[in-house]
Nanobody
Framework: QVQLVESGGGLVQAGGSLRLSCAAP????????MGWYRQAPGKQRELVAT???????NSADSVKDRFTISRDNAKNTVALQMNSLKPEDTAVYYC???????????WGQGTQVTVSS
């Protein structure tokens, strides 16, 4: 079983910043897409941001002006810089690694981000 390893979550005041990091084992190769998802209590898991092996980025409208995703292909790591955090950003954040052809999908265990008002 392959599991990604996340770090950087915690409790932060509204307006503050956090940086989430995620490491994938080198054995999985170079995933086509790596990204971050989040799930708040009582809600569906939603996409936060993704980045391809070529550096193409995509993010949810709710975070696009505040969060920045980056990756290091050589190390199979992905990071999410979160600035100007809001209470509605509170959720469990999950790292994802996805190979498209053939399809391979791996997840981290989740890291809690709590933003106080």
């Amino acid at each position: 079983q392959v599991q990604l390893v996340e770090s950087g979550g915690g409790l932060v005041q509204a307006g503050g910043s956090l940086r989430l990091s995620c490491a994938a084992p080198g054995s999985i190769g170079r995933p086509n897409v790596m990204g971050w998802y989040r799930q708040a209590p009582g809600k569906q898991r939603e996409l936060v941001a993704t980045i391809t092996s070529g550096g193409s980025r995509n993010s949810a409208d709710s975070v696009k002006d505040r969060f920045t995703i980056s990756r290091d292909n050589a190390k199979n790591t992905v990071a999410l810089q979160m600035n100007s955090l809001k209470p509605e950003d509170t959720a469990v954040y999950y790292c994802n690694s996805r190979q498209l052809f053939p399809f391979r999908d791996y997840w981290g265990q989740g890291t809690q981000v709590t933003v106080s008002s």
